[in-house]
């Protein structure tokens, strides 16, 4: 069973990027697809990136397609969301996820989350 913690949130002013990482311990890497998904106050939590095991897929909700950019490193047990251009529509506690799986596709359902971390975008 994998173990996920992120980190990198904050208050960051509109127009402005961040990056949040997730650490996944408990399991090997590399056989889990990662996504994230972010819950605004008053609001059920949404999808927002995904990225297979190997890295080379990836998927995007429309609302942050080319504006933020999932990755991440096998060897360093971490998958990364890069967020740039930030809206206060951005503003919400990102979570961490994964799903255990044989293929190299990408998910929007997962068996495994993190705490979340806080983005907090002041316009």
């Known amino acids: 069973q994998v173990h996920l913690v992120e980190s990198g949130g904050g208050l960051v002013a509109a127009g402005g990027s961040v990056r949040l990482s997730c650490v996944a311990s408990?399991?090997?890497?590399?056989?889990?697809?990662m996504g994230w998904f972010r819950q605004a106050p008053g609001k059920e939590r949404e999808f927002v990136a995904a990225?297979?095991?190997?890295?080379?897929?990836?998927y995007y909700s429309d609302s942050v397609k080319g504006r933020f950019t999932i990755s991440r490193d096998n060897a360093k047990n971490c998958n990364y969301l890069q967020m740039t251009s930030l809206k206060s529509e951005d503003t919400a506690v990102y979570y961490c996820?994964?799903?255990?799986?044989?293929?190299?596709?990408?998910?929007?359902?997962?068996?495994?989350w993190g705490q979340g971390t806080q983005v907090t975008v002041s316009s």
């Open positions: 996820a994964a799903v255990w799986t044989y293929s190299d596709l990408v998910y929007t359902q997962y068996d495994y």
């Open positions: 408990g399991g090997t890497f590399g056989y889990y697809a």
């Open positions: 990225i297979s095991r190997s890295g080379d897929n990836t």
